[in-house]
C-alpha cells in the first residue's frame, strides 16, 4: 500500500467493487430472512400447505448458502466487536 491516495486507486476500485459485493450478499440475505419470517407465520397458520411448506424448505436452503459465502452474517458476535471492542479481562 503506498503513502499517497492517488497511488492506488487501482486498490480502491478493488475495495469499492468489494464493497458492493458485501452490500448486495447482506441484503439478499436480509431480504430471504424477512421472507422466511413471513412464510413461517403463514405456515403456522395454515400447516397443512404444502406450498408453505416448500418454501420455508427452499428459503432455509438459500440461507444455508449465503451463510457459506459470508460466515460472518450469522456469526453469533458481529465482527465489530473481535476488532474494535476492548480485550476482556
Request: one cysteine or more; charged letters at 40%.
Amino acid at each position: 500500500m503506498s503513502m499517497w491516495l492517488y497511488d492506488d486507486c487501482k486498490e480502491m476500485q478493488d475495495f469499492q467493487t468489494l464493497r458492493k459485493e458485501v452490500r448486495r450478499l447482506e441484503g439478499e440475505y436480509l431480504d430471504l430472512r424477512i421472507q422466511l419470517r413471513d412464510t413461517e407465520v403463514n405456515l403456522r397458520s395454515d400447516p397443512d400447505n404444502e406450498y408453505l411448506e416448500a418454501k420455508v424448505k427452499y428459503l432455509n436452503k438459500r440461507l444455508r448458502d449465503i451463510e457459506k459465502k459470508g460466515p460472518r452474517l450469522a456469526a453469533d458476535h458481529p465482527l465489530e466487536i473481535a476488532l474494535f471492542a476492548p480485550p476482556h479481562g
